[in-house]
């Protein structure tokens, strides 16, 4: 399920277009200051979580 999500300009938030699927990062969306996609102009962007997932387990 593709949803537009708000634009976060916090580093290390990658984000995939729900069109051509081209990841962008959050860095790069604050540098040119709109959210859209880089590739296709597509304006709907999903936050995709980093592949590598950490359990942390409490102490
Ligand atoms: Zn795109």
């Given at each position: 399920m593709w949803v537009a999500v708000s634009f976060e300009q916090a580093e290390g938030i990658v984000y995939v277009c729900a069109k051509c699927?081209?990841?962008l990062k959050s860095e790069?969306?604050?540098y040119i200051?709109?959210?859209e996609?880089?590739?296709?102009g597509?304006?709907?962007l999903?936050?995709?979580r980093p592949d590598t997932v950490k359990m942390v387990?409490?102490?």
């Open positions: 699927g081209a990841k790069d969306l604050a200051g709109i959210l996609c880089l590739e296709c597509y304006e709907v999903r936050k995709a387990r409490g102490r």
